[in-house]
């Protein structure tokens, strides 16, 4: 697995200065791919899964995870120099996941999802999760296709997966969180699609990506995204 530093964040406009760290060595943990894709684990059987023995240790890293001070933040680069963000937002009382879109010529991020209480999402389809994890671009946390898979994936709602959906979901789980009963949990995993569940996505007549997610920004229904800033969007994450 490589790594660069070269395009983490130092500041987000339009989300603050804050103490984003660069730590691409917990992607190597078993036990934060667990605490990660904790919220993904809908159900007992689905815990037991993906947990196996080892709950008590995810949940301990989890607290020590978010007690710091500082936010553990990874950076997967797109094409034409658009950047997606995953922060751990390690507020007292107030910590969750943040799954952010920028642009250096943008004057705000876009927060496409986010884990927490009042959670929103999802952010992003099958189509636009496997473009990213797969460009192999330099500059960000890794250029690990299952890692960048893993870290995306709780941004995803997607009611209409691909066929071979389940088998690089489980493969990633393997590789990356070791996984026992891999395709088992891949497909527990795609069937329940973590806070918000799976949305069905569309494509308007300008092009744009769109989905009818009840909690998401990119639903227009929602107060959601300007029809600008949802066009910029679709670019950015265009397969």
């Known amino acids: 697995m490589t ?14 200065d804050e103490p984003f760290t660069h730590r691409p060595e917990l992607l190597n943990e078993r036990s934060f791919w667990l605490v990660h894709l904790h919220n993904w684990a809908d159900s007992t059987d689905v815990e037991e899964l993906l947990y196996g023995a080892d709950y008590e240790a995810a949940g301990a890293f989890q607290r020590r995870l978010f007690e710091q001070a500082d936010w553990p933040t990874f950076t997967i680069p797109l094409w034409a120099g658009h950047r997606l963000h995953i922060v751990y937002r390690t507020f007292e009382e107030d910590e969750g996941v943040d799954y952010l879109l920028h642009h250096p010529d943008w004057d705000r991020v876009e927060l496409l999802a986010t884990e927490e209480g009042h959670f929103m999402g999802p ?55 070791g996984a026992d009963a891999a395709d088992t949990l891949a497909a527990a995993l795609l069937e329940a ?47």
């Open 3 to 16: 790594n660069s530093a070269d395009l983490h964040p130092a500041r987000l406009p339009g989300y603050g």
């Open 193 to 239: 699609q973590g806070l918000w569940g799976p949305a069905r996505w569309t494509t308007t007549e300008r092009g744009v990506r769109i989905n009818d997610g009840e909690y998401s920004v990119r639903n227009p229904a929602n107060l959601a995204l300007s029809r600008d800033r949802l066009a910029s969007v679709s670019v950015a994450l265009a397969p």
């Open 123 to 177: 952010g992003l389809s099958w189509p636009e999760l496997v473009a990213a994890a797969g460009n192999a671009l330099p500059g960000g946390t890794t250029t690990d296709s299952h890692a960048r898979l893993l870290l995306l994936l709780p941004a995803l709602g997607d009611d209409a997966p691909p066929d071979d959906a389940k088998d690089r979901l489980a493969a990633a789980l393997r590789a990356r969180a």
